[in-house]
């Protein structure tokens, strides 16, 4: 089973930026669709950007134009760049392993991290 830890997150002021990495342990990670999700306290996990294999990208509406997907597969690593930061980010970001990519629906499948807090708060 894939290991991931995720790592950068912090307390951040609104409108600042901040770049999430999730490493993982597994040479498979090259071949899966990968995942950045958030949960804010109340609220269910959600996806905020995917990206393929071949490096299509899918991200959540309220974070278009301000969130970057990349990864690097000889790192086995993924990063989330986030930028113009908003109080309604704050939640704890997971990354997940493998997610299973049909038409417009993005499911997490694979492993998940432990979690990384960002706090966005003046």
């Known amino acids: 089973q894939v290991q991931l830890v995720e790592s950068g997150g912090g307390l951040v002021q609104p409108g600042g930026s901040l770049r999430l990495s999730c490493a993982a342990s597994g040479s498979i990670f090259s071949i899966n669709a990968l995942g950045w999700y958030r949960q804010a306290p109340g609220k269910e996990r959600e996806l905020v950007a995917g990206i393929t294999s071949g490096g299509s990208t899918n991200y959540a509406t309220s974070v278009k134009g301000r969130f970057t997907i990349s990864r690097d597969n000889a790192k086995n690593t993924v990063y989330l760049q986030m930028s113009s930061l908003k109080p309604e980010d704050t939640a704890v970001y997971y990354c997940?392993?493998?997610?299973?990519?049909?038409?417009?629906?993005?499911?997490?499948?694979?492993?998940w991290g432990q979690g990384t807090q960002v706090t966005v708060s003046s």
């Open positions: 997940n392993s493998r997610i299973m990519v049909v038409g417009y629906t993005w499911t997490p499948v694979g492993s």
